[in-house]
């Protein structure tokens, strides 16, 4: 994270059966657990419909169809002590292999690094559970998200 800069950045939206897909993560400084949709980066110069497809290539070796640009949120917030600003660009896609959709959980891979995988419902979300961006729960009532 560039404190200080504006990152803008792709997120998956992968819903099934009323689950979302999305890996857990946790902020140390706050003692805080969190989930967030899967993605990265856009490269200077790379459509974001692109980086949306190389992070899932990257991160859970996934082929995709039926891509669509669903909207933006703005993120501000604080991750391990450092404030964060991001254009979050949202796309709903489906995966070309159905195993996808057999699994409860698995390992992803963020840049070389492991990140646990799963669907999670999304009552757990409107229960207690954290969803990042704090506005994408919101986001995904409003919208039809679907692939």
Not at 92 to 99: K, L, S, V
Not at 104 to 125: E, H, M, S, Y
Request: a negative charge.
């Amino acid at each position: 994270m560039n404190e200080g800069r504006i990152r803008t950045i792709v997120l998956g939206i992968f819903l099934h059966e009323d689950r979302l897909l999305v890996f857990r993560g946790d902020d140390p400084a706050r003692d805080v657990v969190f989930y967030r949709p899967l993605g990265g980066g856009v490269e200077f110069g790379e459509p974001s419909a692109d980086a949306f497809v190389r992070e899932m290539r990257e991160e859970l070796g996934a082929e995709l169809t039926g891509i669509r640009y669903l909207g933006m949120l703005e993120n501000i917030f604080t991750h391990a002590g450092k404030r964060g600003h991001e254009y979050v660009l949202l796309y709903a896609a489906r995966f070309t292999d159905p195993a996808f959709y057999l699994r409860q959980a698995w390992t992803g891979d963020d840049n070389g690094l492991p990140i646990p995988v799963l669907w999670k419902p999304l009552a757990d979300f409107r229960n207690s559970d954290l969803l990042v961006p704090r506005e994408l729960l919101a986001f995904l009532d409003e919208h039809d998200c679907a692939a």
